[in-house]
């Protein structure tokens, strides 16, 4: 092989790999956009955690808490009332048995796969600040 087509080989090889990269990026996003994904699902999974300490905080006190860190008084509940980025969940109490539960999302949902379970609502999400309208009612009595 003459030095030429050693070089000629090189820089071929070279712009293939870039040319792979570019298309890995391209496939699963750069770097801050999967981390942004991963700061969004940590975010889902909390709201979801919090729901569910709601609701059972509404079935054994007969009210909705009137704060978020009620939740965690008197119990050993690890729940996070912060998400990944220090910034505090919304909530807000609507009705008797409604409150709204707020986050900041870094994406939108939108582009994501949608075959996700309806329990699972809150992965799905514009981007920015979004409040789920959600109601934590007393079981029915027969």
């Known amino acids: 092989m003459t030095r030429y087509s050693a070089v000629v080989f090189g820089a071929r090889l070279t712009i293939a790999a870039l040319l792979a990269i570019i298309a890995g990026f391209m ?32 079935r054994t006190h007969a009210v909705l808490p009137a704060a978020l860190s009620d939740l965690s008084r008197g119990t050993t509940l690890d729940i996070a009332l912060k998400d990944p980025a220090g910034r505090p969940y919304g909530y807000v109490v609507t009705g008797p ?46």
Request: charged share 20%; glycine share 4%; aromatic share 10%.
């Open 27 to 58: 496939m699963i996003g750069s770097p801050d956009h999967v981390r942004k994904q991963e700061l969004d699902r940590t975010r889902s999974s909390e709201l979801a955690a919090i729901s569910g300490a709601v609701s059972t905080y509404r």
């Open 97 to 142: 048995y409604t409150y709204d539960l707020c986050a900041d999302f870094s994406l939108s949902s939108e582009n994501e796969p949608t075959d996700t379970p309806p329990q699972l609502i809150f992965t799905r999400h514009p981007a920015g600040y979004y409040c789920y309208q959600l109601e934590a009612r007393p079981p029915a009595h027969n």
